[in-house]
């Protein structure tokens, strides 16, 4: 049979964004190539901030319309010094994001073999720890909302408003959305983050209609409820006690990063931001940023990467041609390249923030060879 053809967009975007994706392509020619039941297609695009800088925008007129036609967007990450970021995110990641309908936002966090992670909790027994943060990803505090009075920051008089949008459409979608994902995990388990106590009408909105949804899962998922300051104590001293977690945007946000550094390092943390109705493609990036302090240097842990590139061939794997035939065995490809991401770091191949000596390319080629062992 012909291997499964599908087309990938990449934005590599800015300083480590660009060496991990060049990375990711390797390890997914390597996985393709091993498995030979499907093939990528990658075309890049060049939307950096050095760009916007010399031509005025990040995409192009139409550009982010023009995702459409691919089968998934892989993305590395944007932002430089010499522009504000607001303008980096708003002028492309979060309109990626809400154009194609990527309302959910994955973000799963374990430790990997032969890493540390600082919580004491866990160094007997690292499987306490191994969540799955669920971020809604369209609206709530990052809706965009709000003005400048006057236009100008710097009065002594200006006024700003930022005001959050909860939608009882975004809400149910995103808690359905989590309640599948926690049925699929071993624990079946979920636990709801909100500030319902100070914030009394869009996060009571939120608790409101996630019991409406409970209703659904009752008997088949245990679920609770945290107020997210307290969340961020339970995650440091009682990780075992969590599984799957839903949020709202900007507590999401915050508290994955907390969860990628609990893990061992921001650069090995991935994320999807997914479009469930497959209308749209979705988008796969590690959840770090550019880095600017280690641009440039070949020392950016790329396993980030590399996992965000395993959970877009899981989401790939459940992609129906027009015959109705799915593409079962990059399943497979996808459990083997996380297979081999944990051979390579428990073998000690690490790049520095994981307390090892190895360079970016040492680590992708190590994953690389480990990928046809491992098949
Ligand atoms: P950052 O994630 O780029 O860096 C934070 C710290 O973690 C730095 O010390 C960095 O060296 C380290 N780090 C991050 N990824 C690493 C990796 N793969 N390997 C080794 N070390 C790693 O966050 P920061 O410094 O707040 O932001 C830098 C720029 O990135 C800003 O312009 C920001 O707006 C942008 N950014 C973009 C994101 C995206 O494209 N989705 C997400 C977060 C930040
Ligand atoms: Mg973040």
Same mark, same amino acid.
Request: glycine content about 10%; proline content about 5%.
């Given at each position: 049979? %012909? $291997? +499964?053809?599908? /087309?990938?967009?990449?934005? $590599?975007?800015? !300083?480590?964004?660009?060496?991990?994706?060049?990375?990711?392509?390797?390890?997914?020619? %390597?996985?393709?190539?091993?498995?030979?039941?499907?093939?990528?297609?990658?075309?890049?695009?060049?939307?950096?901030?050095?760009?916007? +800088?010399?031509?005025?925008?990040?995409?192009?007129?139409?550009?982010?319309?023009?995702?459409?036609?691919?089968?998934?967007?892989?993305?590395?990450?944007?932002?430089?010094?010499?522009?504000?970021?607001?303008?980096?995110?708003?002028?492309?990641?979060?309109?990626?994001? #809400?154009?194609?309908?990527?309302?959910?936002?994955?973000?799963?966090?374990?430790?990997?073999?032969?890493?540390?992670?600082?919580?004491?909790?866990?160094?007997?027994?690292?499987?306490?720890?191994?969540?799955?943060?669920?971020?809604?990803? /369209?609206?709530?505090?990052?809706?965009?909302?709000?003005?400048?009075?006057?236009?100008?920051?710097?009065?002594?008089?200006?006024?700003?408003?930022?005001?959050?949008?909860?939608?009882? =459409?975004?809400?149910?979608?995103?808690? +359905?959305?989590?309640?599948?994902?926690?049925?699929?995990?071993?624990?079946?388990?979920?636990?709801?983050? #909100?500030?319902?106590?100070?914030?009394?009408?869009?996060?009571?909105?939120?608790?409101?209609?996630?019991?409406?949804?409970?209703?659904?899962?009752?008997?088949?998922?245990?679920?609770?409820?945290?107020?997210?300051?307290?969340?961020?104590?339970?995650?440091?001293?009682?990780?075992?006690?969590?599984?799957?977690?839903?949020?709202?945007?900007?507590?999401?946000?915050?508290?994955?990063?907390?969860?990628?550094?609990?893990?061992?390092?921001?650069?090995?943390?991935?994320?999807?931001?997914?479009? $469930?109705?497959?209308?749209?493609? /979705?988008?796969?990036?590690?959840?770090?940023?550019?880095?600017?302090?280690?641009?440039?240097?070949?020392? *950016?842990?790329?396993?980030?990467?590399?996992?965000?590139?395993?959970?877009?061939? +899981?989401?790939?794997?459940?992609?129906?041609?027009?015959?109705?035939?799915? =593409?079962?065995?990059?399943?497979?490809? *996808?459990?083997?390249?996380?297979?081999?991401?944990?051979?390579?770091?428990?073998?000690?191949?690490?790049?520095?923030?994981?307390? !090892?000596?190895?360079?970016?390319?040492?680590? #992708?080629?190590?994953?690389?060879?480990?990928?046809?062992?491992?098949?």
């Amino acid at each position: 049979t %012909t $291997p +499964r053809k599908f /087309s990938i967009v990449c934005i $590599p975007g800015d !300083g480590i964004g660009v060496d991990i994706t060049e990375a990711a392509v390797q390890v997914l020619g %390597t996985l393709s190539d091993t498995f030979g039941t499907f093939t990528f297609q990658f075309t890049t695009l060049d939307w950096s901030s050095k760009n916007y +800088r010399q031509r005025g925008y990040y995409a192009p007129e139409g550009g982010i319309e023009g995702l459409k036609k691919y089968d998934a967007i892989y993305f590395g990450a944007v932002g430089w010094p010499d522009v504000p970021d607001h303008i980096s995110l708003w002028q492309m990641i979060l309109p990626i994001r #809400t154009t194609l309908n990527q309302y959910a936002n994955v973000r799963p966090t374990r430790i990997l073999p032969g890493t540390v992670s600082p919580l004491s909790a866990c160094a007997a027994d690292p499987s306490a720890l191994d969540w799955v943060i669920v971020r809604e990803n /369209s609206e709530g505090e990052y809706s965009g909302h709000g003005g400048t009075t006057p236009s100008s920051a710097h009065a002594a008089h200006t006024v700003a408003t930022e005001v959050s949008i909860f939608t009882r =459409v975004g809400i149910a979608r995103i808690v +359905r959305f989590a309640f599948e994902t926690a049925l699929r995990r071993p624990r079946r388990t979920l636990t709801m983050v #909100t500030k319902s106590n100070a914030q009394r009408h869009g996060m009571v909105l939120w608790d409101t209609v996630f019991y409406e949804v409970a209703r659904e899962y009752d008997g088949r998922v245990a679920y609770d409820k945290m107020l997210v300051d307290a969340m961020t104590v339970r995650m440091v001293t009682r990780p075992q006690s969590l599984d799957t977690i839903v949020a709202t945007n900007l507590h999401a946000d915050i508290l994955s990063d907390l969860a990628a550094a609990l893990s061992g390092s921001i650069g090995i943390a991935p994320s999807s931001n997914l479009d $469930p109705s497959r209308t749209y493609p /979705s988008m796969f990036e590690p959840i770090h940023g550019s880095a600017p302090d280690i641009a440039g240097q070949g020392i *950016a842990n790329p396993i980030g990467a590399f996992w965000s590139a395993a959970e877009m061939v +899981r989401w790939l794997a459940g992609a129906r041609d027009g015959e109705g035939l799915g =593409v079962e065995s990059m399943v497979d490809a *996808a459990d083997c390249l996380m297979q081999a991401i944990a051979n390579v770091t428990e073998q000690g191949v690490k790049t520095r923030d994981l307390g !090892g000596k190895s360079g970016t390319k040492e680590v #992708t080629d190590a994953v690389c060879a480990e990928i046809g062992k491992v098949y």
